[in-house]
């Protein structure tokens, strides 16, 4: 009887080591997982800040070639100017007729 209280007592020993192995085991992983989140996170938070920054950039450059006309848009406007002012002479030469 005292033997089979021994191995109960022994059994139950080494099962308790077994799961305080494995707590150990469970709480290094989760303290790893917990640190790479967190890295993670930080990493997500920057990448947001760059493509704020590059979205930024992107309005600047839309505003920019709204302000600044390509080439053709000012040679239509010249076109555009010099046939103005030819009909502006043909009626002056038509008044002063």
């Known amino acids: 009887m005292a033997s089979d209280l021994q191995q109960r007592v022994d059994s139950l020993k080494a099962k308790t080591a077994m799961l305080v192995q494995k707590y150990a085991a469970l ?21 947001d800040r760059h493509i704020a920054e590059l979205e930024g950039r992107i309005a600047n450059l839309r505003s920019s070639a709204v302000i600044n006309p390509d080439r053709d848009d000012v040679e239509m406007t010249r076109s555009v100017i010099a046939g103005l002012v030819r009909e502006i002479d043909r009626c002056i030469l038509d008044l002063t007729d």
């Not at 790479?36 to 990448?47: D, F, G, H, T, Y």
């Open 27 to 47: 709480e290094a992983e989760r303290s790893r997982l917990a640190l790479q989140l967190a890295e993670s996170e930080k990493a997500i938070a920057q990448r």
